[in-house]
């Protein structure tokens, strides 16, 4: 158990609606990533906040958008849903910012499917 | 921009033989290397991480892996491998992106290791 928590395990739903995938890190840790793993892509990276505020961004659509809590959970929000948006989402965190070894604990992610 | 190309999707094993998994990787700059395994249906978990130092770094679950520079190579290596051990294997690599305190991993494809008995 990594300690990181991501809210539902499962999410099937259909195109064109919109749905909230939740995160709860580990304690103490202030970075969050959210992450994406399909067949085709691979597992690529979306988007990363520390401690409320947006630090990076990968290949994250537009009708995707993320946010960061004040107790630093943090909400990955899709929209507008297609087929192609099918994927285990991860949520990663780590304890903060500096040093570049610090690991990324991943939790066991949510697998939405669009029907 | 870096890159991680792990160079064989699927490897075949028999139980207690030896195992190489490799991975290549494209940098301008110094990196730090992960490997991470997904056992199935669950989350990603860190078997072992080069930072600086000793290039030959050992993990858990008797895994190791050698940074080799001037090769961009960060080979994962078993000596004798159990069921257990099927599973994807992932390579990693830490970019800097965005500025400080972003620490984004790019992953390899992944490579996915089945033991036979």
């Known amino acids: 158990d990594s300690g990181v928590t991501q809210t539902p395990k499962h999410l099937i739903t259909a195109t064109g609606q919109r749905v909230t995938l939740r995160c709860s890190p580990r304690s103490g840790d202030l970075s969050v990533y959210w992450y994406q793993q399909s067949l085709d892509q691979g597992l690529q990276f979306l988007i990363q906040?520390?401690?409320?505020?947006?630090?990076a961004k990968g290949n994250i659509l537009e009708r995707f958008s993320a946010q960061q809590f004040p107790d630093l959970h943090s909400e990955l929000n899709l929209s507008s849903l297609e087929l192609g948006d099918s994927a285990l989402y991860f949520c990663?965190?780590?304890?903060?910012?500096?040093?570049?070894?610090?690991?990324?604990?991943f939790g066991p992610g949510t697998r939405l499917t669009v029907l | 921009a870096q890159s991680v190309t792990q160079l064989d999707s699927q490897v075949p094993v028999f139980e207690e033989a030896p195992v190489e998994l490799r991975c290549n990787y494209s940098s301008s700059v110094s990196v730090y290397l992960f490997w991470y395994v997904q056992y199935p249906n669950q989350g990603l978990q860190l078997l072992l991480k080069y930072l600086s130092g000793s290039t030959l770094v050992k993990g858990i679950n008797g895994f190791e892996a050698e940074f080799n520079k001037s090769q961009t190579s960060f080979h994962l290596r078993k000596p004798s491998v159990h069921i257990s051990d099927t599973a994807e294997y992932f390579c990693a690599v830490r970019s800097l992106a965005g500025g400080s305190g972003a620490q984004k991993l790019v992953f390899g494809q992944g490579t996915r290791l089945t033991i036979n008995p």
């Open positions: 990663a965190s780590s304890a903060g910012t500096s040093g570049g070894g610090r690991e990324q604990f």
């Open positions: 906040y520390y401690n409320g505020e947006e630090r």
